[in-house]
């Protein structure tokens, strides 16, 4: 162990998983995992360190978040939540994000006493570098969640952008609670990153359909959003000929009929 007083009878294990509304490792992708953490709803950290695992993209496979010094909890009426002041060991830093664990964990436990179940917990795999937000990676390979680019835009992680301010289009959002289409497109300057800035930023773009869903749904809507690209133009091309273009997808998808279009 990189820091020797963390000793597993010291310790308790956090499994973090998808609890109905929230999925831990889109969290961390966001890189505000520590600060969701500290929120629980019991006094689950009561020994001196918390030893974070993340669930991760296969069976029994936990992506370590790190080894957290609990130095107390506070607790808040709103939100009715116990608030742990966790403190990172720095010693434990340069595995966060990079080790992964191999581990079946008992029924649906997320808080485990590391004594009874550390020698089941078995070293997978490092990763090269601490997992974030992937690099672009070309057009075609587009399907974002809105989650992931509200980090991108948030973030102006420069591949995106550099990318997707070059180019006009038309795109595609897909809402998966429902299965319907929306095609919208981008002209001129910014292009598809510009447009892309604004659902972001409120959800619906300023598109009166999806204004009207977010309105009677709940801003909590659009996290069913995911947004593709169908074809690219050059910014510069005319509005009218992009236009042209977005009917064209429209009428493919149905997306007037059956979609979240209007016009």
Known sequence: MLAPE??????????ATWNGETNPLDVYRRGEFDE???WQTRRNFER???LSFIGFTAAHQWLFAGVHASRGSMWHDQPRLHRY????????SELNGRLIARFQRPGRQAYLNAETWVDQIQL????????RIAEFPGFKA?????EELQVITRQGIESWRAALSSVGGVYLISDT??????????TGEGGIWQRWTQYAATGHGGNQSLRSLVGEAGIERVSAFRFSILEI?????????????????????????HGHNRN
């Open 85 to 92: 002041d966790l403190v990172e060991l720095p010693e434990c």
């Open 124 to 131: 997978a795999s490092i990763l090269p570098e601490r997992i």
């Open 36 to 38: 969701w953490q500290r």
């Open 48 to 50: 001196p360190f918390v």
């Open 233 to 257: 133009a050059d910014t510069h091309a005319s509005p009218a000929e992009v236009l042209g273009r977005e009917s064209h997808w429209k009428r493919v998808l149905l997306s007037r009929e």
């Open 142 to 146: 587009i399907h974002l969640s809105m």
């Open 177 to 186: 609670g429902t299965g319907q289409l929306y095609v919208g497109s981008a």
């Open 6 to 15: 963390v000793v597993p009878h010291a310790c308790k294990v956090h499994l």
